[in-house]
């Protein structure tokens, strides 16, 4: 389980900087698109953490 683990926070992390590359890209072409990679790159971190700190809360519920 560990492993699984381990293996998708690494893709995880190489999708966070993915986006980060394709908002730099869209900046620098003066794309359409900029405005929502920027809102993807800035938006899914927070949901990331929302979801981690929800689930959290649940564990510790779950456990007492």
């Not at 690494?10 to 003066?30: E, R």
């Not at 794309?31 to 510790?60: N, Q, T």
């Amino acid at each position: 389980m560990k492993k699984i683990k381990r293996i998708l926070a690494l893709l995880l992390v190489i999708f966070l900087i993915a986006i980060v590359f394709v908002t730099l890209y869209c900046a620098v072409t003066g794309s359409p698109y900029f405005m929502a990679s920027l809102f993807v790159m800035l938006g899914l971190p927070l949901l990331i953490y929302a979801y981690m700190f929800i689930y959290r809360i649940v564990k510790d519920k779950d456990e007492k």
